[in-house]
């Protein structure tokens, strides 16, 4: 009796994986299955790839969505291979990239051509999303991608301010600053931990035209903390160099932020302002963006719910360094500290 021919489906490659997993031949497999043994032998050479244990072991494994991808990138492009699989070197610096250091799909991308890595493998950021989104990764999901979905719009209702500014508005403000063209205008804001389970929060500043970002831990979140840690700063690169460093700074109305005068006022000359402080409208988290986009760097680290009590602030120092050595798309995958070099006075903090 002839053999009538059956193309392979999903199934029956989660079918194989289970059997072969239980230790199966691939004879044995293909008898139940109802295949020739060489179509078995094949499957399980292109599903073939390495996984890494939790103790960072490896040990080589089929994998049915990876068989699945290859095959059905093999119908699109009329048997061409997928560009991935017999590039591990690539597969694996992407993983470590996007799921232990916490890079956007695009910026593991971007830091290889910076660093000039050379792999054998070169695609495009549509393609890698594609391949994350189906599977072929083993380590990384689109769930260690910092955007996930994308929620659509929602009616807002418009709130208005219950009480006016303590300080001056961001009406005030030169509006040079807009354009971003001089360092040293910055936008503050407070990254705070779960509610209720502790009292210490990161107090965060980033400059407006290098994006460059300082992070410090605040004991508790009011404003003589704040007044406290801008004396610190002070303190460390001294009363000239701030105001060189700090000519503006840009918050919101929380109550954290309340006390401008002491914001303003230098710890040693009391009659001279060391910066000036502008407060936004109620609201309008919109008029520091720089500052809000870097806080979603932060919450990479240190999602919603975090305790920041028991956090070491070397451990904080470390994501603030990561963060000045994050290629940023807006400056052609160029980083915050590459962008501060040229800015002498700010160097001073990172000396």
Known sequence: MKKTYRKMTRDDRLKIEALHSAGMKPEDIAKQLGFHRSSIYRELHRGKTIHRNSDWTENTIYAPE????KADENKRNQGRPLKICNDMEFVRYIEKMVGEERYSPAAALAEIERKGLNFKTK?????????????????????????????????RHVKCA?????????????????SRDEAGHW???????????????????????????????????????????????????????????????????????????????????????????YYCHAYRSCERASNENNNKLIRRWYP?????????????????????????????????????ENENALRVLFA
């Open 66 to 69: 990876l068989a699945q991808m």
């Open 123 to 155: 695609i495009c950021l549509s393609t890698l999303y594609n391949y994350i989104k189906a599977g072929v990764f083993l380590n990384i999901t689109m769930e260690d991608t910092p955007y996930k979905t994308r929620k659509g719009k929602t009616k």
């Open 162 to 178: 219950k009480k006016l500014s303590p300080g001056t508005s961001i009406d005030d403000r030169e509006k040079s600053i807009e």
């Open 187 to 277: 936008e503050m804001d407070t990254v705070v931990g779960a509610q209720g389970k502790g009292k210490a929060c990161l107090l965060v500043l980033t400059e407006r035209k290098t994006r460059d970002e300082l992070v410090f831990k605040m004991k508790n979140h009011t404003s003589a903390e704040v007044v406290r840690i801008l004396d610190r700063i002070e303190r460390k690169i001294g009363e000239k160099n701030f105001r060189t460093v700090f000519k503006t700074i840009t918050v919101d109305n929380g109550t954290e932020f309340s006390d401008w005068q002491g914001i303003e006022k230098s710890r040693r000359n009391k009659k001279k302002k060391r910066t000036t402080v």
């Open 304 to 340: 919603k719910g975090t305790v920041f009590d028991d956090i070491p602030e070397r451990n904080i120092k470390k994501v603030q360094k990561w963060m000045n050595d994050y290629p940023r798309k807006i400056f052609e995958f160029k980083t915050s500290n590459e962008l501060a």
